[in-house]
């Protein structure tokens, strides 16, 4: 709240001054700010962020859901009048991907086996970290500020020519994107266009892919259950809705249900569906296949983009690459299972290098090491626990003092926040530090962080409440303020602090901040050699927890901080600790 206006008051006033703003510029209105042959990348996006849905509205939505067939059909509309009919997407030779978890691990090692082998490429996903053009790359690097300008009020002065009376001028925000994408890979002729799925499939506005060469479908589990179901076998009928005639369909091992499900989708649309062998299986007796993404959890993600990347291939009858058939090793649930086939060097090369900031990413800055994972499923936040503990074990210790082990958390949406939160507790950590996805309190000045589809209200109650879900679970029913020392991780590194507490527990402190950038301040005490702001916080150390914990982060000679259960608090996170992304 600022000055009794929650965000929400201020987010109309503030989306419909830039709306004037860009009408003006199409105009060509003198004086006005937005000019159309000098509009900056931050104007872009600012227009950009009128196109999300106001907070309230939002939930007005939610509650007088239209029918998704019929949104499908309005995208095609967008589509038509931003100048690009459904038979010009076939050109892009896409390979269209879903799952629950794992689909933008899948595309960017997908991505990064094909542009081995000198393809130009394309990539779609979503959603961005520090800056939206992540969102569309052109051979692994996002669009330059200058092509985004340009396809972005190309883009929007077309949409604004073609309205009517009898439709809304301008897609949503993700639509925009989607169609912009679209452009951009048609107009810089990439050979093939990864394309990544918003939420679900069937009816995602991604979609209006009419022939792909390839689809995929990585792990199944939980997550956006307002709109796509609350069991995994409607969610799993959501995903197979970007099965095509004809067109083969890859998906790695999943529980029965949701397999039968996907069975019965490609059945339904004469779709030649396939299960990926595991990794160990393409290995065979060569050495093993190194991943650049880190975590065990990867190598299903890189079996099934082994599978697209030869699958692409053999459709562009590419040499070395063989005839696509199933193997003979037997069927899963009446279903085939994808070739076993030795990968090339190309493709060795290109799982070696693929990068996807956020996922498994650590940064070692001093005393202090980032993990960093965009986790927010229960089962994607299960496969983080296992990375970090087992980066942890495996870590040599460079100091015989105390360490200290740090929760940066955040979760949005639907989602069982409760669950995800006792799903991190055996990492132990000796405090949880709960902030929204803001870097700062105010993002008015930095473009790509606005989000008028929450209020500054609604987020910092969810914070307090992952507070309170944490102290639950830990057993700690007084006050978030209270102090109470932890106990050392039996086998682990030591705490600073004399445990107090009953022998085989672990009580941790908890803390909330109202922005990312406080947390950071507080959690490390100026010792991040990068990350560097003037002070601290005001009236921070007024706070018992954060007064006493202060202490410790400064005389620890480690510390471990996981940053977790949102991509966008990833995303932010990132942004403050590596300028350089934002540049």
């Known amino acids: ?253 999943q529980p029965d249900g949701p397999l039968a499900v996907l069975k019965d989708r490609a059945q339904q649309v004469s779709c030649p569906l396939y299960v990926c062998p595991p990794l160990e299986a393409l290995e065979g007796g060569e050495p093993p296949l190194v991943l650049g993404l880190e975590g065990e959890h990867q190598r299903s993600n890189a079996a099934l983009a082994l599978q697209l990347a030869r699958c692409w291939l053999q459709q562009q009858d590419s040499p070395g690459i063989g005839e696509l058939k199933a193997s003979s090793s037997g069927l899963l649930q009446q279903l085939p299972l994808a070739p076993v086939f030795r990968p090339t060097s190309h493709m060795r090369h290109g799982l070696q290098d693929t990068e996807w900031p956020g996922r498994n990413q650590v940064l070692r800055r001093g005393p202090l090491t980032w993990y960093l994972d965009g986790a927010h499923t229960a089962s994607s936040v299960k496969a983080c626990v296992r990375w970090f503990r087992q980066v942890l074990r495996g870590q040599e210790r460079l100091s015989s003092g105390p360490e200290v082990r740090v929760l940066l958390f955040n979760a949005t949406g639907d989602r069982d926040r409760a669950a995800l939160l006792k799903l991190l507790q055996p990492c132990q950590f000796d405090y949880a530090v709960f902030c929204p996805n803001m870097t700062e309190v105010s993002s008015t000045g930095n473009a790509d962080q606005q989000n008028f589809t929450v209020t500054l209200d609604q987020v910092l109650l969810r914070c307090l409440e992952h507070q309170q879900h944490w102290s639950t679970l830990a057993g700690d029913q007084a006050s978030p303020g209270h102090w109470r020392p932890p106990s050392p991780e039996p086998g682990g590194p030591s705490s600073l602090l004399r445990p107090r507490c009953p022998p085989h527990t672990h009580s941790t402190s908890s803390l909330v901040f109202s922005c990312i950038s406080h947390a950071l301040q507080w959690i490390s005490q100026g010792r991040d050699p990068v990350f560097q702001l003037p002070g601290s916080p005001r009236g921070l150390l007024t706070h018992p927890v954060a007064d006493g914990g202060a202490s410790v982060l400064r005389e620890a000679a480690a510390i471990h901080v996981l940053v977790t259960g949102s991509l966008h608090l990833v995303g932010g996170v990132l942004k403050l600790l590596e300028p350089s992304l934002s540049q």
């Open 1 to 253: 709240m600022r000055g009794g206006r929650s965000l929400a008051d201020a987010a109309w006033p503030v989306t419909e001054k830039f709306r004037w703003e860009a009408s003006m510029a199409r105009q060509g209105r003198p004086g006005c700010p937005l000019r159309a042959n000098a509009a900056s990348f931050q104007d872009a996006v600012r227009t950009l962020n009128t196109l999300q849905t106001n907070a309230g509205y939002l939930e007005q939505v939610k509650r007088q859901r239209g029918d998704p067939q019929a949104q499908l059909e309005a995208m095609v509309l967008y589509l038509a009048r931003s100048g690009l009919q459904v038979e010009d997407l076939d050109k892009l030779n896409i390979i269209h991907v879903t799952g629950t978890k794992g689909k933008g691990s899948t595309c960017a090692f997908t991505e990064r086996i094909l542009r081995s082998y000198g393809l130009k490429t394309g990539f779609f996903s979503s959603p961005h970290l520090v800056q939206v053009r992540e969102r569309i790359r052109i051979n692994g690097q996002p669009i330059s500020p200058e092509l985004f300008t340009k396809h972005f009020w190309h883009l929007y002065h077309r949409l604004e020519e073609t309205k009517d009376g009898s439709c809304v001028s301008m897609p949503a925000y993700f639509r925009f994107l989607t169609l912009m994408a679209f452009h951009v890979f048609l107009q810089e002729k990439v050979d093939l266009a990864v394309v990544e799925v918003g939420i679900g499939g069937a009816y995602d506005c991604t979609n209006i892919i009419r022939k792909p060469v390839v689809c995929g479908i990585s792990s199944l589990g939980i997550d956006h259950t307002s709109l796509l179901g609350d069991t995994v076998e409607k969610i799993a009928w959501q995903k197979g809705g970007i099965f095509k005639h004809g067109v083969p369909a890859f998906t790695v091992l």
